[in-house]
């Protein structure tokens, strides 16, 4: 009988021990992620301004290289089945 309160006690202990641990592993988390965020160095407006342009100018252009290519394969498929010489 005394075996089992001693075993019933280590086991409730060892619970605890488990359950404070976790929340100590969650706590340590969000404190590493505080510090994280802190370090993060965020862009101006300029420069996310700036890279917002030169991003819509490459789609534009590419968007047109792939256009004007598309229409050229196009006619030359065109050309080569109607068979006109």
Do not use: H, R
């Not at 075996?3 to 060892?14: C, H, L, R, Y």
């Not at 862009?43 to 290519?69: C, H, R, Y």
């Amino acid at each position: 009988m005394a075996k089992d309160k001693e075993q019933t006690a280590a086991e409730n202990s060892g619970k605890k021990e488990k359950k404070s641990k976790k929340q100590n592993g969650i706590a340590k988390w969000f404190k590493d992620l505080k510090s994280e965020w802190k370090k993060v160095v965020w862009p101006t407006k300029k420069t996310v301004f700036n890279n917002s342009v030169v991003v819509f100018v490459t789609m534009i252009v590419f968007a047109l290289f792939t256009f004007l290519l598309d229409t050229g394969f196009l006619k030359l498929f065109q050309f080569a089945i109607s068979g006109k010489q």
